[in-house]
Every structure is written in structure tokens, then in C-alpha cells.
């Protein structure tokens, strides 16, 4: 089956405020079929961070997510601020204020999609090894952050039942481990 390109034929905004943009759109698709309404989210890019220590645990964050209705593990990170245009830069920060931590070294290692059905951000994945603890936390209003470090063997070994309570997380953390020389696929 060959694929034809989708037209869109229309768009109109439902709702917009710092945090997203949400478009009713309508869409052709390439047999015709007219898709109205499509919905779409705009989101700014989202960075994670794959934070390891010098002795072989993995930084990671639990905070309360309203969509699960618990506090769930997950990694540091958050929204690529608008006068930001390096990732890891924004990863860099996102760690400091939300661990209190640092690392000797941050690097990209992927840029992925998070919903490309309905959204157009980019979710990137910075691996940040050495991390140690470097100071206070700096949370933005409204958050509420506990700092957890596991090993990084349990963090695998949890992945499959849950441990980890984001899906996009999953990904990151097995992509930043492969890049590290810890696992291979």
C-alpha cells in the first residue's frame, strides 16, 4: 500500500494559554476521508534527564501526577523554555532545579516524538553522567519533588512492572543507558 500525504483543511483554536494550545483541525486524508474534528496539542519541547552516579544509581524524581492520581517515579525534566535552543542546556537546568544536583558531563542522545498523532513537540534525552548532589532544589510554584537515587540494576530490573510510572520515561532511560555502554539492542 502506498501512503498519500494528508491535507489539512482547516484549523481553529480551542483553548490557549502558556502551557498548550489546543487546535480543533480538519483533516483529507490521502483516500479522501475527511477527519473532522482532529484534535492537536501544542506543547513546547520536553527534555528528560538520564542522570547516573559515580556509583551506579540513577537520579530520579516522584512527584504527584494528577492523570495517574499518585505520586509516581519518574526522571528530571521538563519544558524547553522559549529563549532556550540547546537542549541540553534546558537539561542541564531542569536537573539543577529539580534534584539540586549536578553532573561532570551532559550529552544529547536522542530527539523523539511524544504523541505525533496529536502534538508536534519533541521530547529530547540527555544523558548526564557523575551526577552528586550540588545544592538546594529550586522549584517552580506548584511543584513538589522528592529525590530518589536507585541503582541502576533495580531501575531495570523494574521497568517491565511499573517502577517507572511514564511510558515516554521507559524509552529514555533505555536509549541513555545504551548510549552509556550499559545495555545493548
Known sequence: MTLRPW???????????????????????????????????????????????????????????????????????GMVEADETDPVAAGQREFAEETGHAAASYRLVSRLRHDPAHAGNRLHVVLAEGATPAGPQHLDPGEEIAVETLPVDAVLAG???????????????????????????
Open 7 to 77: 491535507r489539512r483543511t482547516g484549523t481553529r483554536t480551542v483553548h490557549r494559554d502558556r502551557w498548550v494550545h489546543l487546535r480543533a483541525e480538519a483533516w483529507v486524508t490521502g483516500e479522501g476521508k475527511v477527519l473532522d474534528p482532529w484534535y492537536m496539542l501544542d506543547w513546547a519541547d520536553w527534555v528528560h534527564v538520564v542522570a547516573l552516579t559515580p556509583d551506579d544509581r540513577m537520579v530520579l524524581v516522584r512527584q504527584f501526577r494528577p492523570g495517574a492520581g499518585a505520586a509516581i517515579l519518574e526522571l528530571p525534566g
Open 159 to 185: 521497568l517491565a512492572e511499573g517502577l517507572i510510572g511514564n511510558a515516554g520515561h521507559v524509552g529514555a532511560i533505555l536509549l541513555a543507558l545504551r548510549a552509556a555502554g550499559r545495555i545493548g539492542f
